[in-house]
């Protein structure tokens, strides 16, 4: 079974906000955020630990549109609080209006992420963040013009003195801070984490059944394991493997035949609020999820042996729903974009 015990973290993650006027000195250490409920303590890389400073630094470069090369996108416009940090849409609409050809996929909890991206060709969060600077029809910028600009505003320039110690601005120091901002968006404390901690009344009598489905009848946790509920790993579902020219996943980053038509496995806390679904957002409610996983996927040369028709009563795919809703938590309703920006 995935269910791993929950734990008790309690505490929202905390999101700091410093001055900018103050001497240089090296970054302070701070405790971390705590996990709400139900989350394991984030492991925190050690060529990028944890520090508010370095937070608060980051908060301010995701929701700044001057990353862009027209001043027009920030990480915030694709990965949007207001929609559980995805953006609502199919695919995701860059500079001038590009359209992309995937879903934005939540940053919520990308902290137990491992490989980033549907395809995971970034190894690292800090590689992700840089990854849609540079992209033509994302951001639109270079990497050397997004640190030209940056040590042109002198506030920032305070800024990555506080976080790093010194006011060198570099292309991974603002990678660095962008993440770590982005490690404490965290969800917990859901119904599902309040049921699995001993508040029994924490979900619906239906919302217990749908656990049961999900783990028993369908086996959705042979995919959606752990705290997180994925494993992390990649499958073939058939999404759009029957279009003229599928996109073909994880195969454009390793030429591996095994990885054609595969995408990484998203994680299921906040599924209700990050609609639509899939990679490319073909499927537009829960509703749609169920029955297309009930169906057996779409058929091709490489669909995952795990993907098979279900054969769910109306019941058991109405409990199921509402399952996946008891694991809408808490810990990033109250992040917010900043009042103004450094100048």
């Known amino acids: 079974m995935f269910l791993s015990k929950a734990v008790a973290g309690g505490a929202l993650p905390a999101i700091f906000f410093l001055s ?27 060529d990028n630990p944890y520090t508010p400073q370095k937070v608060a630094l980051g908060r301010l470069l995701y929701f700044d549109p001057r990353l862009s090369a027209d001043g027009t996108v920030s990480c915030a416009t694709c990965h949007n609080p207001k929609y559980a940090f995805t953006d609502g849409a199919a695919v995701s609409t860059g500079i001038r209006g590009q359209k992309g050809n995937r879903s934005a996929p939540t940053v919520i909890n990308r902290a137990y992420s491992l490989a980033q991206f549907w395809d995971g060709r970034a190894p690292t969060l800090e590689e992700q963040a840089k990854g849609p600077m540079a992209n033509p029809i994302e951001m639109g910028s270079t990497h050397i013009g997004i640190v030209e600009n940056l040590k042109k505003i002198q506030g920032y320039r305070t800024l990555f003195t506080t976080a790093f110690g010194t006011d060198d601005i570099t292309i991974d120091r603002a990678a660095q801070a962008i993440t770590t901002f982005e490690r404490t968006i965290m969800s917990g404390n859901s119904p599902y984490d309040r049921y699995r901690a001993g508040q029994k009344t924490a979900m619906t009598p239906s919302q217990v059944r749908g656990n049961d489905v999900f783990l028993n009848k369908a086996k959705c ?92 009563t109306d019941q058991d795919k109405k409990d199921l729903v509402a399952f996946l809703n008891a694991l809408s938590g808490e810990g990033w309703q109250k992040i917010a974009a900043p009042e103004k920006f450094p100048e």
């Open 221 to 312: 946790d042979s995919c959606h394991e752990g705290v997180n509920f994925t494993s992390n790993m990649y499958a073939n579902l058939g999404v759009g493997a029957d279009r003229p020219d599928p996109d073909v996943g994880r195969y454009t980053v390793t030429h591996d035949p095994k990885d054609w038509g595969v995408f990484k496995t998203p994680t299921l806390r906040e599924i209700a609020r990050t609609a639509p679904y899939m990679h490319d957002g073909s499927l537009k409610t829960l509703e749609d999820v169920v029955e297309y996983y009930d169906k057996g996927g779409t058929p091709n040369r490489n669909l995952d042996q795990r993907i098979k028709a279900l054969h769910l």
């Open 20 to 46: 900018c006027l103050g001497a240089a000195q090296p970054p302070a250490k701070s405790a971390r955020p705590r996990e709400p409920l139900g989350l394991v303590p984030v492991v925190w890389p050690r």
